[in-house]
């Protein structure tokens, strides 16, 4: 694979998918544009301004059926720079487009001075083995797998488990259903416990994945590990669809 990679490299150079600039499928100039969010709502009823994502007071005594305790939103979708980075990462398999989208998300998690990271053990929404091996890689794994890394260059050892849940179900994509009720339906049991961590699940769950629309994949997800033993479940999505 590193060999084909090499060849690759030399026939089609790296280039900017934005502005072309020969050197990175993202460069840094193009990557800057990117805003960090800086207020966080809530992400059921998206009104109220709460830390990090967190599920607010309303909603909390309200909530049915949601297993996720917040949900970390890094930037915006709309913003052009972004979605079309997201895009080419997962539909023109650009793997290298990992590490500038997850610079994105270290930025959002670098300004959460007072989250506590290092409480929680990180993993990646599972792709089925047929997915996988269209695309040839799992985007969320990617994204959490480079995260750890940079993380650790600054000093910072957060836990990475890709492998926490296992995708049962093949199944139609989200982003190709536009009910959220049928997007739920879709979705239900689709994923299981990775049988290896029957019994010594983590407390404290971030479940990375790229993007979410009405957050139904991240509360299936949370639903599992919340029912084999974990406490507190969030999601840590570089963007939201419809924002």
Not at 144 to 154: D, H, I, V
Request: aromatic share 10%; proline share 5%; with cysteine.
């Amino acid at each position: 694979m590193a060999i084909l990679d090499f060849i690759l490299e030399l026939l089609f150079p790296a280039e900017c998918i934005i502005c072309e600039r020969p050197g990175r499928y993202l460069c840094s100039r193009c990557s800057r544009e990117v805003p960090v969010k800086r207020v966080d709502l809530c992400p059921l009823c998206q009104k109220t301004e709460t830390f990090a994502g967190r599920i607010c007071n309303l909603c909390e005594v309200a909530r049915q059926k949601t297993y996720w305790d917040g949900i970390i939103v890094a930037s915006f979708y709309r913003h052009p720079v972004l979605r079309e980075a997201i895009y080419r990462f997962k539909y023109s398999f650009i793997q290298k487009l990992a590490w500038p989208l997850t610079k994105i998300l270290a930025r959002k998690l670098f300004i959460l001075e007072t989250f506590p990271f290092e409480e929680f053990v990180f993993t990646a929404v599972p792709l089925h083995r047929k997915r996988r091996e269209w695309r040839g890689f799992n985007q969320a794994e990617l994204l959490g797998a480079k995260l750890q890394k940079l993380f650790r260059q600054n000093n910072i050892d957060i836990r990475f488990a890709p492998d926490l849940l296992v995708r049962k179900r093949y199944l139609k994509p989200q982003m190709k259903i536009h009910s959220t009720e049928e997007r739920k339906r879709n979705i239900v049991g689709s994923f299981a416990l990775n049988p290896r961590f029957a019994g010594r699940l983590p407390q404290k769950i971030i479940v990375v994945d790229d993007v979410i629309t009405t957050g139904a994949t991240l509360n299936e997800c949370a639903k599992i590990l919340k029912k084999h033993g974990a406490q507190i479940v969030w999601g840590l999505v570089l963007a939201r669809q419809g924002s």
